[in-house]
């Protein structure tokens, strides 16, 4: 068995407006929130005990997740009043984990159907200090670019760089000794990347790094929201998050949630999720878009490529590509 924390404290800038009231890891993903896809893969991996390391809008989690029984998991919060960095909030939420076992830590942000259960396997065999999970990627200046030798073992960890050395990058889930978490300052802001992953590689520390390649995508932009989303609804994600979920409809062009009302005469494609409780008016189009619980897209309203926020109304005259739509608001995003 295993235990796991989970980094869900971050602002989400990137992604506003969506994450004005919603904080990123609840944002719906194939109509659920992007931590229960997380908490259905660490579970599937034998994990059963995971904090919740939260700070930005922190109240919200507690009463969707609740003690994570739902998910056969007991799930703890450990909560900064002031966001500590990735470092400092492992090092927080790890005083409520055990000392004996090794910690699984998983940036909020990220969909991946990589083989947790033998990146474990890997760090215990080698009795590694971190084992890191490594993606490639063609640009690797938006991620920490980490180049490894013949061994896997961590040459450098480059956070963010210009001209990046190599395109396996940081992937966002990691496997810790707790040894090297009480190395981490208690109580004080410090950045996993910038400053304790440089620093355990200067000290000749034990970092490897697994390279897997399998579906992997950090949600943390618009357009990589409605990405994750269509491919969990198409299943090009891998993901088995949707099993077992109570749905009124699954094909490959949407997925509509437990209460939604769909018109037979709306035209619904390109992998949209429609949330609970949500109706689609006859004539509307919905295309590769995001509609939340309780939204109501009126009869003839065009969306495509478009996240419509929890209980808006859009009108029947509304026709938008890539936008952010809410009671308040209507706003233009990146296309996909
Ligand atoms: N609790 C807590 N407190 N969580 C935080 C804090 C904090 O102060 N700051 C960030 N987080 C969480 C975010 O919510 C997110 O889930 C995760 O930490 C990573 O932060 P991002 O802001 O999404 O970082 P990034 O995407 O720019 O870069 C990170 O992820 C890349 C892979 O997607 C880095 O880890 C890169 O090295 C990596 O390549
Ligand atoms: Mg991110």
Redesign the pocket.
């Known amino acids: 068995m295993a235990q796991a924390i989970?980094?869900?404290?971050?602002?989400?800038?990137r992604l506003m407006p969506l994450t004005r009231n919603v904080?990123?890891?609840m944002l719906p993903v194939a109509g659920l929130p992007v931590t229960e896809h997380q908490l259905v893969t660490a579970r599937r991996a034998g994990i059963t005990s995971l904090v919740l390391?939260?700070?930005?809008l922190s109240d919200v989690f507690i009463p969707y997740f609740g003690d994570g029984s739902r998910w056969g998991m007991h799930l703890q919060y450990?909560v900064?009043e002031e966001?500590?960095?990735?470092g400092?909030?492992i090092r927080?939420?790890a005083q409520l984990l055990t000392r004996d076992e090794s910690i699984v830590i998983v940036?909020?942000?990220?969909l991946s159907s990589h083989d947790l259960t033998r990146q474990i396997q890997m760090h215990e065999s080698l009795d590694a200090d971190v084992t890191m999970h490594l993606t490639h990627v063609a640009d690797a200046r938006?991620?920490?670019c980490v180049p490894i030798d013949k061994d896997g073992r961590v040459a450098a960890f480059l956070?963010?760089m210009e001209n990046p050395v190599a395109n396996t990058?940081?992937?966002?889930c990691y496997v810790f000794n707790s040894r090297v978490i009480d190395r981490i300052p208690a109580g004080k802001?410090v950045s996993?990347?910038r400053e304790v992953f440089p620093e355990l590689v200067d000290q000749g520390r034990a970092l490897y790094g697994m390279v897997d390649d399998s579906y992997w995508i950090?949600i943390?932009t618009p357009a990589a929201l409605l990405q994750g989303s269509i491919d969990v609804v198409r299943n090009t994600a891998n993901s088995a998050v949707l099993d077992g979920v109570a749905l009124v409809h699954r094909s490959q062009d949407y997925v509509a949630h437990e209460g939604a009302i769909i018109d037979p005469g709306a035209i619904i494609t390109g992998g949209s999720a429609i949330g609970r409780a949500a109706h689609i008016g006859v004539g509307a189009i919905v295309d590769g878009s995001i509609i939340c619980d309780g939204a109501k897209v009126l009869a003839g309203a065009h969306i495509r490529k478009s996240f419509v926020a929890a209980g808006t109304n859009v009108s029947g005259k509304l026709n938008v590509h890539d936008s952010y739509i809410s009671t308040e608001e209507i706003t233009s995003l990146l296309p996909l």
């Open positions: 989970l980094l869900v404290g971050g602002f989400g800038t904080p990123k890891p390391a939260t700070s930005y450990a900064e966001p500590l960095g990735t400092g909030a927080n939420a940036n909020g942000d990220v938006a991620y920490g956070e963010k990058i940081n992937a966002g802001v996993i990347e950090d943390g």
